[in-house]
């Protein structure tokens, strides 16, 4: 088992310090998935920036480990700088050779060495690739982000049951008794953090 932790308060700082050897207690799993069987056959065209690549990757390697079954997988990634891209080895090696994978790269602001694009994901993200009729959107990153990113999957013509997104909510009890992380009726903990838009669409501040 392999997990990401980004280091950004107390406990998430304390888990840093840990050594080999030492026991953590893990609780899970919380939640749903990616329905993986209803993208059988269909192209999946995943779009994601900052550490919305964190989930993605699970869901990345399934795919490609899968990949007779998709018709293709299409990956826009997006960071502020070229060194904030998480998962740097792969994203930039062997990812980028895989048979079956359309993966391009963005970034918002670029250091000398970047040779790649320069703007918002939306940016690589082009009607030309897609074939909306046998498609499904997955779209994870900051809030802002995947609001303009699925603003464009509807321009290009996906129904918003073709638009999954990994609604990453602040959390506190994880098993749907605090409240805090609801969107209208659902909690994300529980009943997420994967939703259609068609699911939530009608909800207010499901961007905030």
């Known amino acids: 088992m392999e997990i990401t ?5 107390h406990v998430t700082e304390l888990l840093h310090e840990c050594e080999k050897g030492q026991k953590i207690g893990i609780r899970g799993p919380y939640g749903n998935g990616y329905p993986i069987d209803d993208f ?3 192209q999946v065209y995943i ?6 690549l964190a989930p993605i990757r699970s869901l990345f390697l399934t795919l490609i480990d899968r990949i007779e079954d998709f018709k293709s997988v299409v990956c826009r990634f997006g960071a502020r700088t070229p060194d904030d891209f998480i998962y740097k ?7 980028q050779e895989i048979e079956g994978v359309d993966m391009k790269l963005t970034v918002d602001k670029a250091d000398d060495n970047w040779k790649g694009n320069v703007g918002v994901v ?6 030309q690739d897609v074939d909306v009729s046998n498609t499904v959107a997955v779209i994870c990153g900051p809030p802002i982000m995947m609001k303009f990113a699925t603003l464009k999957m509807l321009e290009f013509g996906f129904k918003p049951t ?13 098993f749907g008794k605090c409240g805090h ?4 009726k659902y909690y994300v903990c529980k009943d997420g953090p994967v939703f259609t838009y068609e699911q939530i669409k009608d909800y207010p501040n499901i961007w905030d």
């Open 5 to 9: 932790i980004m280091k950004v308060g």
């Open 40 to 42: 059988i056959g269909k």
């Open 47 to 52: 779009v994601g920036g900052g550490v919305g």
């Open 89 to 95: 080895e792969a994203i930039f090696g062997p990812w």
């Open 122 to 127: 939306t940016t690589i993200c082009n009607e």
């Open 162 to 174: 073709q638009i999954y997104l990994s609604m990453e909510k602040n959390m506190s009890c994880g």
């Open 181 to 184: 992380c609801m969107i209208g």
